[in-house]
């Protein structure tokens, strides 16, 4: 008897060993699997990419049609995991287990991402110059600016050997008579669309925070761009794009560097039905390029643009993987060749009615790839190409000197930007970049430094451009109840989620210094992890340490604070959710504060 049950036991320890280490394999292969497929999907993304979109949002995008090869990894893995739990013993499953986990690791780039962020580049120090502009740099009448960016699009499109046809045959006689460049080098921190942003307005390349909110909020709020340069010296500017605008928080850039006026999804539908919505969906969530582009050349046609002008503008059909054909999009090719030959006549539509509007002899447009795709599309040919991002200049000054076979990155569209309008910039440099209308040549030629290496590395330059700035107080009377309604008159940061008010700091002003301890009542929401920890810290000086309870809902605190701590009437107060990285995650909701003095 005692053997039979010493033998089931031992079979349920093996039972339970072998569950284990199938457990164990399922979730290493599952990351190794999701890895490899997102590296064969975009084959040059970084780690500091998955940061920068940290906030992305899944709704509206079905997530096993986003791209064929998705389905085909998931039914792949599916199959492997099988074989593998019924051919491997336990140790070797676990081996197995091992190296998948390095795989992982070494695929999703950590190692590189955290060895360039801990060494130091004195590029800045050598090379950045941003100088100063004032009102007497811009020409007698100031020039219009209307940069066109399309999403993904290469200059190599145009190649009917590799594609069967000329994906850009209007784009491509645009190119052919104006201005335009092609020796492009594709730099770390310009590769997306917000980089790419970032780097033509600022000329620096995208360095993504670590997503805190105090972070976001305050990256690169020191530095200046030509949007800042622009706006200050009366021009009005526009912003427009038809997916989402918080998407790796494009919104904070643009909105702390002078654009005023923004174009975005609820712009476009805001007298659209359901139907219409429905119809004209478009690729990443976002809405038609025809939409947008009708729209904004209503307001053009209408005069609704004030003079001088910076517009910027984005599109999106043409963004892959799992892209939609729009309703407008003829379907030849059955896959994204026919987008970017729709996208073809509508930016090349747009832009032969926009002749016909009052702006357009003032008005210089820059029509440009933001980067090249991330996977390149397939080709029918082998014959060896390059992949540069599609480029056009129109209505350039006169004066400039034009050589398109100038090396040359995103970094260097700010500089010549400002030369487009006839703005004086002695030295044709502005942050890192040098003028494609110059003969100042671009740092990607530069022998000293290999420029792709240095942009990846900390500076202590580039770290000055987001300087957190000083907390700012408002008038509290104690025992005034603070909640999801009038929270964000006293939040250092704040960010609304499904109608939630999420904050990180609160910057209270008293009438004058308690006389007794203070008792502050909190209730909340936190988003919790496997050891929830909450810390609130008062003036920079940590107040509490608080663990929370593993259960989803508002939870109700009480602290003591003592007057001995209360030295200023100013209380910058910060709540700080320790297990998350993501701003909206490291923050809290707070359902209801009070501070009340106790007598």
Known sequence: MK??????????????????CALVLLISQSFAVVILCARNIWPDFEYEQIIANA???LSGIDILNFSPEIKYYLLGGALLYLIFIGLLSNKNLLKLSGAFILIFIW???IIPYYYYRNTYTDLYEKYYQVPEIT????????????LIYLESVESNFNDKELYEKNLLPQLTELAQNNPHFSNYTTLYGTNYTKAALVAGLCGIPYITPTPKLESIHNHLKNLTCIS??????????????????????????????????????????????????????????????????????????????NEPFLFTMFTVDTHVPGTVLPYNCQKIFGDVRDNILCSDKVVTDFINKFKQTPYWENTRIVILGDHPMFK???????????????????????NLKINSQKAYTTLDLAPTYLELLDIKLPEHIFGLGRSLFAEAPSLITNKDYKLSTSVRQKSKIYQKFSQTSAPKYYPYQLG??????????????????????????LGLKLEKLPSHDLKMDLTFNA?????????????????KEIELEKRPGTQTISIIVPKEKITSTNLNLEFINNNFRSAVSQSINIQKLVIKEIQ
């Open 135 to 146: 009102a007497a740099d811009f020409p007698q009448q100031k020039r219009n600016l209307l």
């Open 376 to 398: 390149p599309i397939s080709v029918y040919s082998t014959k060896p190409y390059k992949r540069s991002i599609y480029n056009v200049f129109l209505n350039t000054p006169q």
């Open 228 to 305: 800042d340069i622009l706006e200050k010296n009366g021009y009005e500017t526009w912003f427009a794009k038809s997916a989402d605008h918080k998407f790796a928080y494009t919104d904070l850039f643009y909105k702390s560097h002078g654009y005023k006026n923004v174009i975005d999804g609820a712009t476009l539908t805001q007298n659209l039905t359901k139907q219409e919505i429905e119809k004209n969906k478009s690729s990443y969530g976002g809405l038609s390029d025809k939409l947008l582009f009708n729209h904004i050349l209503n307001l053009f046609q209408t005069q609704k643009i």
């Open 55 to 57: 906030n992305i949002k």
């Open 480 to 505: 005034t109840e603070l909640n999801n309604n009038n929270i964000t008159s006293y939040a250092q940061f704040s960010e609304q989620v499904l109608n939630h008010i999420f904050i990180n700091g």
């Open 107 to 109: 695929q999703l780039r």
């Open 527 to 543: 988003m919790l992890s496997t050891k929830p920890c909450l810390t609130i810290k008062l003036n920079t000086k940590v107040l």
């Open 3 to 20: 053997k039979t049950h010493s033998s089931a036991k031992q079979n349920f320890l093996n039972l339970l060993k072998s569950a284990f």
